[in-house]
Every structure is written in C-alpha cells, then in structure tokens.
C-alpha cells in the first residue's frame, strides 16, 4: 500500500467524532508530525493509558457539612441535668431547635465560631423532645437533620424551695436570704451552685448550710443601704441527690430599706432607737428576768403582727406554773423564732426603765411599741447587750450574725 492511501484512510478516520482523551492524543500527534502518529496508534492509548481507561477529573465535588448530636436520636432515659449538644464538621451550623411537647423551646448558645451549639435550658421529666439542625459546607450547601430523645427519668421526689425576703420587698440591712428545702439535699454543692446572688452594688458575701433543708446568705457586713439583690435559684434540672430533682426556677428580687438599729442594753434597761446613724428615740423597757434572760448579741426582726397569742406552753414553761402565761398580746415585733419579741407590756410600765421581769421578751408601753411597731422592717437590726445568756446553737434571728465571718464561710458546701 502506498503512502498517499494509508494517510487517506487515516485522515477519514480523525473525522469521526472521538472520545476525549482520544482527541486530545490525536491533536497533539497531528501537530507533532507523521512519524509520532504511528506511535500513537501502537496498541497503548494517550499518555500512557490503556484501552478503556479515563482520565480522573483533578477537582472533588465538596462533602456536605455533617453533625454529631448528643443525645443520640431515640435515646432514651436521658438525665434532667444533661445538655443537647450539636457538632459541625465540614461547615458551620445556621440553626438549632429543639422543642418540648407543648412547643416550649430549649435555650441554647451557639459557639463563635458557628461549629457548636449546646443548650442551656433544663429538662422535664418524661419528656420528649425534637431536634432540628439546620447547617451549610464550606460553598453554602444546606443540610438539614432532626432527631429526638426522651427523658424517661421519673424522679423519686421533687426539690421545692421557700425563699426569704419575698420578691419586691423591702427589708433592713440585717437581713439575710434564706431557702428551706421541701426535701433534704444529699449534694449540697450541686445545689448550691444553682444558687446565684447579684447586687447592684458590690457586696462580699456567702452561703451557709445548717442542716440538709436549710440554707442561708448574708454579706460579711450589714448589705448597703439602697442595694438591690437579686437571688437566681436555677433549680430546674439539677440533682440534690439520693434520687431528689429540682424541677423549677426561681427568682426573687429584693431592695435594702433604710440601716434601722436598735440597741436594748439590759443593764442599763433602755432601748436606743438609730436611723441612718441618727439617734431617733431612747425607750424605757424591761428584759428578761435573770430566770428567763433575753439572748445576748444581734437579733434582726423576722415579722410584726398588732396581735399575737402568747403561749408559755411553747417555750416549755406549762400554763399552769406560777410563771405560766396564756394572753393576746399587742404591737408585736419577733427578734427571734424562740418566743422573743419586742412588744407592748401595759403591766410591766412600772418596771419599764428599772428592772428586767419578762419572760425574755423586750416590754415597752403601749406607745412606744406602737412607735417601734410602726417604724420597723423585716431584716432590721436589734442587739442585745448585758445579758448572760448567749446565743447558742440554731436560731432563726439570731443565729446569722452572730459568728465570725471564717466561721460563717466553713459553712458553704463549695468552701
């Protein structure tokens, strides 16, 4: 065969439409000349690959962004004080809902960098709740993934909580925040990191425990007054042990009143009466008599009530005794949770000013108790001076001021 025709055969066959990788080959033998043709045509395909293989696309198509979420979807008998968690990798995440079975949203926080959300909310008990994450890869492709789980534990028993002051109440400067637990708190330290003080002012203070159901905060000195004080009691979703969950939050706020401090000396059988550091009035009273003395040191006013029914039954003396005593009572102001108040003793005017011959309560006339009445607030302070009796073991009004601060602090279960 002549050359003219091989070439002919092989110019007609370039006019067929060829693979990609064929056509490449071919161009470029074309322009290299004859001689390096034949090669290609040798029985081996374009650069070096064989009959039936291609060539392999340099750039990747870009993975969608993936999750990891925590809890597991279908998990079940997740624990009250446990997170949702959601973890981007491969992109970042645009959106996080996760809802309760009335509509109720978990809070959560996202990270700066958009690749982590974690929730901040506590959880219900037997609780079903949803998750959706909403995330975009690295070119703006969107994946969307929901997921669920169930907070199957039933706790054994519930944490309630009372709070002293109440909320938006004014008070003294003595007074300090107390909570009485419905149920005893095996985890104290768990507990009372859920218990959070804010002060409008700057103000040094600390949490005491005095039994498993009964914690209190004061500040190192009187609170200034004018503060307002802020107590966050975030219960819901922590364990107090021994199978007991707090399943609500609480919050009170409360504002300092006016520094009111009353000074009984028993010695001297006077009742100085200061505002602010003014001397407002000098009452005469009797305390109590030297078989009944009046605890000694700082009591602050826990109530005040026009009327009460004194029971001597109530602090262990029988009705019946020679020192027994059953009688409404008026113009009333407790000091303490033993039976001492700061009260009208019409009978006692005589000794009012000379002698100490109640039972432990601080008489004064009728006027001057309905002055003092009047005048005072929860949380004032009321100290005792000159009385043998010293105070001693627990004591609701007088037990909180009357330690040193390191001793007050031993108390914290985070100390």
């Excluded at 009691?233 to 401090?261: C, E, M, P, T, Y």
Aim: charge should be positive; aromatic fraction near 8%; proline fraction near 7%.
């Amino acid at each position: 065969m002549d050359r003219p025709s091989q070439l002919s055969r092989i110019l007609g066959a370039l006019r067929r439409p060829l693979p990609l990788a064929l056509t490449v080959g071919v161009v470029v033998v074309v322009a290299l000349g004859g001689v390096a043709l034949a090669g290609v045509w040798g029985g081996r395909g374009v650069a070096g690959l064989l009959p039936g293989q291609q060539v392999t696309p340099t750039t990747r198509p870009v993975p969608p962004v993936r999750f990891r979420l925590s809890p597991g979807d279908r998990a079940t008998g997740v624990r009250l004080d446990a997170r949702a968690r959601v973890v981007a990798s491969g992109g970042r995440i645009r959106s996080v809902r996760v809802t309760a079975p009335g509509g109720e949203r978990l809070a959560g926080k996202l990270s700066s960098n958009a690749s982590t959300w974690v929730s901040s909310g506590p959880l219900e008990p037997g609780a079903r709740y949803r998750l959706t994450v909403v995330g975009e890869n690295r070119i703006g492709a969107v994946t969307r993934r929901a997921s669920s789980f169930t907070t199957t534990l039933e706790p054994a028993s519930t944490l309630g909580a009372s709070i002293m002051p109440l909320d938006g109440e004014k008070v003294g400067v003595a007074m300090p925040i107390a909570v009485w637990f419905d149920r005893p708190v095996a985890d104290k330290a768990a507990v009372e990191r859920r218990l959070k003080v804010e002060t409008s002012t700057p103000v040094a203070g600390a949490w005491r425990w005095f039994n498993d159901v009964e914690v209190h905060y004061r500040p190192r000195t009187y609170w200034p007054t004018g503060t307002q004080v802020t107590l966050r009691a975030s219960l819901a979703g922590v364990s107090a042990g021994d199978g007991v969950w707090g399943v609500r939050d609480r919050q009170v706020v409360f504002r300092i009143g006016d520094k009111h401090v009353s000074v009984v000396n028993t010695t001297t059988h006077k009742m100085k009466v200061a505002s602010n550091g003014r001397t407002l009035k000098t009452f005469p009273m009797s305390a109590g008599r030297p078989k009944y003395p009046t605890t000694n040191g700082i009591h602050f006013t826990l109530e005040k009530a026009k009327q009460v029914t004194m029971d001597s039954a109530t602090v262990g003396i029988p009705r019946d005794s020679p020192d027994g005593y059953f009688e409404k009572v008026s113009w009333n102001v407790r000091i303490s949770n033993t039976g001492e108040f700061v009260h009208a003793a019409p009978w006692s005017v005589g000794s009012q000013g000379s002698a100490n011959v109640s039972h432990g309560c601080v008489n004064l006339s009728p006027t001057n108790a309905i002055w003092f009445y009047n005048f005072s607030q929860r949380g004032d302070v009321v100290e005792v001076i000159g009385s043998p009796k010293q105070p001693n073991g627990w004591s609701l009004g007088v037990v909180d001021w009357n330690m040193s601060w390191s001793k007050w602090v031993s108390g914290s279960a985070l100390h």
